[in-house]
T-cell receptor
Framework: GAVVSQHPSRVICKSGTSVKIECRSL??????MFWYRQFPKQSLMLMAT?????????EQGVEKDKFLINHASLTLSTLTVTSAHPEDSSFYIC????????????FGPGTRLLVL | GENVGLHLPTLSVQEGDNSIINCAYS??????FIWYKQESGKGPQFIID?????DKRQGQRVTVLLNKTVKHLSLQIAATQPGDSAVYFC???????????FGSGTQLTVLP
């Protein structure tokens, strides 16, 4: 149980284009999902908290107009990197909590983004 | 555990030996702690968790110890195997907060 998937697993795009990453909870309903970014040999950095049916809460320093988050259903959250630039190249990971009162975050396999 | 540093601390152990990975956390109000394992190119995988009303919890081949006095968390892996080679992160959460704060991670390498 508690499986989280991400799609795509890796993506290469040209500078200036937008990229959408999907995060799905496969066997549970996720009221809250989180989006992280991880640079090589570094820890996970929380970007935003995504709540189903409401606006995402962004961490300080994360541009909400650049990283668009949509959590339209209890099993799907999307992160769109708009007008991507080479410095946006990173490993993007989502996680999900299985319902109110639960604490354990289950992570997706991550999406490797390379912006040329 | 602050997300700091441009390199990961490393720990090398011989196959079959026990491993101890340490983590210092920063928030004395944190009451829930998790250890994750992350293999190269993959997302973090839940290993074991512990609440602040406990000081020890055991799983399969793993034990987590919590010392709230000195804000220290450790993960012990018994009879370390090559498949245990990965980066291990501790994470903490306090009170009603839903977000986790991750430590900087430790790269465990199991030598044959």
């Amino acid at each position: 149980g508690a499986v989280v998937s991400q799609h795509p697993s890796r993506v290469i795009c040209k500078s200036g284009t937008s990229v959408k990453i999907e995060c799905r909870s496969l066997d549970f309903q996720a009221t809250t999902m989180f989006w992280y970014r991880q640079f090589p040999k570094q820890s996970l950095m929380l970007m935003a908290t995504s709540n189903e049916g409401s606006k995402a809460t962004y961490e300080q320093g994360v541009e909400k107009d650049k990283f668009l988050i949509n959590h339209a259903s209890l099993t799907l959250s999307t992160l769109t990197v708009t007008s991507a630039h080479p410095e946006d190249s990173s490993f993007y990971i989502c996680s999900a909590i299985a319902g109110a009162g639960q604490e354990t975050q289950y992570f997706g396999p991550g999406t490797r983004l390379l912006v040329l | 555990g602050e997300n700091v540093g441009l390199h990961l601390p490393t720990l090398s152990v011989q196959e079959g030996d026990n491993s101890i990975i340490n983590c210092a956390y920063s928030n004395s109000a944190s009451d829930y702690f998790i250890w994750y394992k992350q293999e190269s190119g993959k997302g973090p995988q839940f290993i074991i968790d512990i609440r602040s009303n406990m000081d020890k919890r055991q799983g399969q081949r793993v034990t987590v110890l919590l010392n709230k006095t000195v804000k220290h968390l450790s993960l012990q892996i018994a009879a370390t195997q090559p498949g245990d080679s990965a980066v291990y992160f501790c994470a903490e959460k306090g009170g009603s907060a839903r977000q986790l704060t991750f430590g900087s991670g430790t790269q465990l390498t199991v030598l044959p």
